[in-house]
């Protein structure tokens, strides 16, 4: 069983160049998957020389997800809500690059959009053998043996990242810029706040403008991460990952 629900927000700090709209950030908040090193979306156009880019994302997201059998050999419980805040800052450079940091503050905790999906689910099977009344729990347990178990609110500065880009074009409306990300182990990974490894990713991000109104958007790449302390047995080191949008810019 697999029941979510998420809120976000965005706000950019630096105005883009006309014609250019801001970013919506969608990607996947479960708490198990969400400290790996999977970058958020970028923009295809980069800060000139001396220019200072930049947003604060936020995003609130609800998981429900009970899998397996309590006492069989592998079982998971993912009970609980998460806040995400990201800020995000690129600085121009000379000969079309940019230096850029993503700072996200992360909360795991059981208020805000509770009472949209309902009260405590009984079903829900804890360390004891006992029903998880609480809205918030981790639990993943294999063989017997509880690898990930905490029903406490945490919250503190995720994995910090580092970025460079590369302006490849900016002719008309046409966009097209190459990131390369580090993410640094910054954040405590006994609390879903990191993933305790130094990953990387390279991808393309474009965009281009079909009128006053319409631009489409895309980006596509990958990730390589290194083995991360969350549930190990279960990473996956190489990840490709793309995404396509359109967006409607509103002048009142």
Not at 160 to 179: E, I, M, P, S
Request: overall charge negative.
């Amino acid at each position: 069983m697999l029941r979510n629900i998420s809120l976000s927000l965005a706000l950019l700090l630096l105005p883009l160049s006309q014609g250019q709209a801001g970013l919506f950030q969608i990607r996947d908040q479960n708490p198990l998957v969400l400290p790996y090193g999977l970058p958020m979306k970028a923009y295809a156009e980069l800060p000139d020389n001396g220019q200072w880019r930049g947003f604060i994302s936020y995003s609130r997201s609800r998981t429900t997800k009970n899998e397996g059998d309590p006492s069989g050999y592998e079982y998971l419980v993912v009970k609980g809500e998460t806040a995400r805040t990201d800020l995000m800052l690129f600085r121009g450079l000379e000969k079309n690059w940019a230096l850029g940091l993503h700072i996200p503050l992360i909360r795991h905790d059981d208020q805000g959009l509770g009472g949209i999906l309902g009260g405590s689910d009984s079903s829900f099977v804890g360390a004891d053998g006992a029903a998880v009344g609480s809205d918030l729990a981790f639990l993943y347990r294999r063989d017997g043996k509880d690898l990930l178990s905490f029903s406490e609110g945490v919250s503190g500065i995720g994995d910090v990242a580092v970025l460079l880009g590369y302006q490849w074009q900016r002719a008309g409306a046409d966009r097209l810029a190459l990131y390369l990300q580090f993410k640094l182990p910054t954040g405590d990974s006994d609390k879903l706040l990191g993933s305790g490894s130094l990953d990387y990713a390279n991808w393309f991000t474009a965009s281009t403008r079909l009128d006053d109104h319409w631009l489409v958007n895309g980006d596509f790449g990958f990730s390589m991460l290194g083995n991360g302390d969350i549930l190990p047995d279960q990473q996956r080191n190489f990840i490709l990952f793309g995404g396509l949008g359109v967006e409607y810019l509103w002048r009142p």
